[in-house]
């Protein structure tokens, strides 16, 4: 049984997140990768673009930071200059800046530091389920996925477990802005000139701001110091401090990215073990799996459609040449389903090594600060899960989220059974 099917004719409009609203255009991503692999993609509300799809050549141009600058913007959508300016983050910026800002995160974020909330986790998972595994029938991205990412959000970010539900509803209207079950402020759909300096281009963006200045005051009355945030307001080596923008756009980036991806990697999680039962008996096997499963969960999610980049100087490749000031788009959704990588990448394997699978953008100097946070949360929450049942099923169909830039199902029926 195969976990999903996607239904495009193999000629979607990449620019479009109607086309992505049933899921990511797989056969058309296929068709490019053996055809075209190197796509001009024509964009009708911006400059045109292209599109890389083998998992090899965004491999290679993922280093490549000489050539292909993320300071430019990372989305499809243009900005102009000043809008860049005031939207940007560390995401946005080339090294050395880039890295001089990762330096001051990378110990909070280590794979070391992390394995230390791994009983916080397994406690908050434990909670979770207990609470909603009775109900028998209900939404699995509501009431499991959206919950342990959103709490452990607190604890690490050291944010009131009060403000939790309405900062994750606004990172929510952020990173989902196309898609109105999570905005009225619809991107595509209506005049967002008023809110152009705000990240993603959003009034939430206005209402976070507020939020992180007052939050910052409230700590620093109290003397705490603890946390990322502490540590992001930090002078470089250089003596170099963030501007109070550039501070508040790393707040918004931390509640809505830190949060949407590893929603969206536990539900395509639960989505598979619904339509591979031998995924739930493998899971309660346990032993070596544990060591590959997180990776493969989130290969099969991959809730970051693309990046985008941007040519600094004419480049070569597969006969074409990528011009000075082109944007490029590295769709690591097409990267994580390559057949010449991942034998039959449609079905999930939770044993798969080697899993060379992109989701984290692994490979150049924006790997994502939390994957090792992410791979745990995604572990932990399928060992307890797995635990607690004898069967689980879908309940109706899943809804994905209308956006080629977030890829996550928004909507997953399930009805469980016990242990």
């Known amino acids: 049984m195969t976990v999903w099917t996607p239904t495009d004719d193999g000629h979607a409009d990449l620019t479009s997140h109607d086309a992505f609203a049933g899921g990511a255009p797989h056969n058309t991503f296929a ?41 430019r913007g990372i989305r499809m959508e243009d900005q102009s200059y000043e809008e860049y300016l005031a939207r940007r983050t560390f995401q946005e910026t080339d090294p050395p800046e ?28 434990v909670d979770i389920l207990d609470e909603v595994l009775d109900k028998g029938t209900f939404d699995a991205t509501k009431e499991i996925a959206r919950q342990l990412p959103m709490r452990m959000l607190g604890r690490i970010v050291g944010l009131p477990d009060a403000d939790l539900p309405w ?26 000139d008023e809110y152009r300096m705000m990240p993603f281009n959003s009034p939430a963006g206005a209402e976070l701001y507020l939020y992180a200045k007052d939050l910052m005051e409230q700590k620093e009355k109290a003397g705490d110091t603890s946390g990322v945030l502490h540590m ?39 989505q598979a073990m619904c339509h591979q039962p031998e995924l739930l008996e493998q899971m309660q096997a346990g032993g070596d799996i544990w060591e590959t499963a997180p990776d493969e969960i989130i290969r099969w999610a991959t809730p970051a459609l693309y990046f985008r980049r941007t040519a600094l100087r004419d480049h070569e490749m597969h006969g074409k040449t990528i011009r000075a000031g082109d944007k490029v788009l590295y769709w690591w959704s ?13 079905r999930v394997d939770l044993y798969r090594n080697p899993n060379r699978h992109l989701s984290f ?57 016990r242990a």
């Not at 090792?372 to 929450?381: Q, S």
């Open 361 to 417: 953008g692994q490979g150049g100097p924006h790997v994502c600060l939390g994957m090792w946070l992410a791979r745990l949360e995604v572990k932990v929450l399928f060992q307890e899960l797995a635990k607690r049942l004898s069967s689980i099923e879908p309940a109706g169909p899943h809804k994905f989220l209308r956006s080629n830039f977030v890829g996550g199902i928004k909507e997953l029926p399930v009805t469980v059974r």
């Open 232 to 270: 992001i307001l930090q002078p470089s080596k250089d003596g170099s401090v963030i501007s109070d923008t550039e501070f508040r756009n790393f707040f918004c980036l931390v509640v809505a990215a830190g949060n949407d991806t590893t929603r969206y990697s536990i539900a395509a999680g639960i």
């Open 98 to 125: 880039h890295s001089q800002t990762r330096m001051k995160l990378m110990k909070a974020f280590s794979r070391t530091t992390m394995a230390q909330y791994e009983d916080d986790i397994r406690a908050i998972c």
């Open 167 to 192: 900062l994750v509803e606004k990172g929510d209207a952020l990173i989902a802005n196309t898609d109105p079950d999570f905005t009225t402020h619809v991107l595509d759909k209506l005049d967002t």
């Open 31 to 71: 068709r490019l990768r053996r055809e075209d692999p190197l796509h001009w993609t024509e964009y009708a509300d911006g400059q045109d673009f292209w599109s890389v799809t083998r998992h090899a050549d965004i491999a290679e141009m993922n280093k490549n930071t000489a050539v292909f600058s993320s300071a």
């Open 334 to 346: 097409s990267a994580n389903r390559d057949e010449t990588v991942f034998d039959d990448p449609f």
